[in-house]
């Protein structure tokens, strides 16, 4: 069924995502914290977060793995609460829902996940797998599960037939298109898709990329795209979002961040992109490592790593404000310090 919809260079917001935050608790037992006197510990995977999805758009996210991106995928589909702050679906806040609105929002809502070979259920037939959210959230008979399993498997590039086979039955890229199915059979208006592509081979991802667009397209579905693949994301997305311990560092326009980056981190992320046309740029090295979550800088939680960072870096938060055609977070931008980075070759999907 086609569902037509605006584009994404209008201003009609699907999703708002306001300072939204989870934290976890990975304190020492209490029996530790009464005996030897261990603080209580909170991890604080995302801490935060905001941004807004128009419809028919894919924003990505991108960071390094433990970044907190897939953290931000969990909470908008509510296999986290939020430990503070706001999401809002067409203007309705999702918190705020009762049992049964939240029941009929999760139709609206779907995600893919990162590795086929775990998200489908090895003892069951592809079409008891595609038609489980049919059988809990429709009235559908037996027979017309049936038939829509075989519209969704054909949709997606594998035949009707294929509902009688198990999963093991299938190559990665195969399974990762009866994810996709099974996240179309409610008809969702909004897709998490959480790094969907990280566990195939590189010939097979630019398949199911392009597969995704093509639904996108005819479906007006709207994307958050999790990724750590530059590349990948260079080719699938509208709008970029970077994220590090926890945060939002920069968003922009996929153009305009892969042309003109203007926070520190983003510039090494993209220069740490090896060149393989032969051009002889250089290649900029990812400096130092992550820090402890659990104990991250204060301040600017990037700034031990940054070459740009002072005093005030040290000591007070950047907030995420508008510099032309991005939102960046930094202090050295804010101030005039860092000139922008052009990156003139764009990666290549798969490279």
């Known amino acids: 069924m086609n569902r037509h919809t605006e584009s994404p260079n209008n201003e009609k917001v699907l999703l708002k995502v306001r300072d939204a935050a989870r934290w976890f608790d990975v304190s020492p037992s209490w029996l530790e914290r009464i005996i030897y006197r261990k603080p209580k510990v909170m991890l604080r995977a995302v801490d935060g977060v905001s941004f807004t999805l128009k419809k028919g758009e894919t924003l990505a996210l ?20 939020l430990t503070r702050g706001s999401i809002e679906f067409e203007g309705v806040e999702l918190t705020s829902m009762t049992e049964k609105q939240q029941h009929a929002m999760r139709k609206r809502l779907q995600m893919i996940f990162q590795d086929p070979y775990a998200s489908l259920n090895p003892r069951w037939r592809v079409g008891r797998i595609i038609a489980e959210p049919l059988q809990t959230h429709t009235s559908m008979t037996a027979e017309q599960q049936r038939e829509r399993v075989g519209e969704l498997l054909e ?19 195969q399974r990762q298109r009866i994810s996709i199915a099974r996240a179309l059979a409610l008809n969702p208006e909004f897709i998490v898709c959480d790094e969907p592509t990280s566990a195939l081979d590189v010939s097979v991802q630019a398949q199911v990329l392009n597969l995704m667009k093509d639904l996108q397209r005819e479906l007006g579905l709207s994307y958050l795209f999790i990724s750590h693949n530059l590349a990948v994301v260079h080719h699938v997305a509208d709008r970029v979002g970077v994220m590090y311990l926890g945060r939002i560092v920069e968003i922009a326009d996929r153009n305009q961040l892969f042309g003109q980056a203007l926070h520190p981190y983003t510039q090494m992320l993209l220069g740490a992109i090896p060149d393989i046309s032969g051009s002889g740029r250089a290649r900029i090295p990812v400096a130092g490592e992550v820090p402890n979550p659990l104990n991250p800088p204060a301040g600017c939680t990037f700034n031990p790593r940054c070459p740009l960072a002072n005093d005030r870096c040290r000591v007070e938060i950047p907030t995420l404000l508008q510099q032309g055609l991005t939102q960046v977070a930094c202090h050295a931008v804010e101030e005039g310090r860092a000139p922008a980075v052009s990156h003139a070759e764009r990666p290549e999907a798969g490279s």
Do not use: I, M, W
């Open 155 to 173: 949709q997606v590039g594998l035949t009707a037939t294929d509902q009688n086979r198990y999963p093991h039955q299938f190559s990665g890229g």
């Open 62 to 81: 991108v960071g390094e793995s433990g970044c907190g991106k897939s953290t931000v995928a969990r909470l908008l589909t509510g296999l986290y609460p």
